[in-house]
């Protein structure tokens, strides 16, 4: 039976419809995406991955793509249809884009932002495979995590040595959105609202908070259980 996968730093997702959570976790010791109703059944999301494994899965805000990557080997990038059908490789080569990862789709699924440990943030064109570097990595690579593309297009919000920075799809300086002064949010552990007006985000000590977009206004959320993500319902 399948189980969450702790420790993978991978948060909670929702289908685009937001009918149905996507996760990271095994069976019989072999990693996959699940899909969880409401019910509480859960089933893997794509029948056949290439290579047998999958992770870090994302659906395009269109609700016609499933991104996600390998979780052995190349860890190479790949689309597949939303119903778990048709996975191609995003690049000719699997093992070139094996450097790209956690991919979050652009509103109209036409672009995604993604992520190279190695080398920084990128934007992805879906058609082509061509990819663009957003933010380059600096001195100290393990401090930048990816980015979440926010729904109405305008921003994408990344993590930054646990602060999240906000920077615009077409390039530009990013723009630091909190401050340690106020708690440290955990990588990958926020979300956008449906409109694009608010993060709800994680803190490392276990907390929620939810973040204003528009004048960075912090309301903490009673929670007194450590979440492992937070994913807002579409």
Wanted: hydrophobic residues 40%; charged residues 15%.
């Amino acid at each position: 039976s399948p189980s969450a996968s702790p420790g993978d730093n991978t948060p909670l997702g929702w289908t685009a419809d937001g009918t149905q959570i996507v996760y990271d976790g095994t069976a019989q010791g072999t990693a996959h995406i699940f899909l969880l109703d409401s019910l509480g059944a859960s089933r893997r999301a794509i029948a056949n991955p290439p290579n047998g494994n999958d992770k870090w899965a994302s659906y395009s805000r269109d609700g016609q793509w499933l991104y996600f990557n390998n979780a052995i080997g190349c860890q190479g990038l790949f689309r597949a249809r939303s119903d778990g059908s048709a996975a191609t490789s995003m690049v000719a080569d699997p093992c070139q884009a094996s450097i790209w990862g956690r991919a979050s789709s652009s509103p109209d699924g036409s672009k995604t932002a993604v992520w190279g440990v190695n080398t920084g943030i990128a934007i992805l064109d879906a058609a082509t495979g061509d990819t663009t570097l957003l933010y380059a990595l600096g001195l100290n690579p393990s401090t930048v995590y990816p980015a979440r593309w926010s729904p109405d297009g305008q921003h994408l919000a990344f993590d930054i040595n646990t602060d999240i920075w906000l920077i615009a799809p077409a390039g530009g300086s990013p723009v630091q959105f909190t401050s340690l002064s106020i708690g440290s949010y955990a990588p990958l552990g926020f979300d956008w609202s449906p409109d694009s007006q608010w993060l709800i985000a994680q803190r490392q000590n276990g907390g929620v908070d939810l973040l204003r977009l528009a004048d960075g206004l912090r309301l903490p959320l009673a929670w007194g259980l450590r979440l492992v993500g937070t994913a807002w319902k579409p």
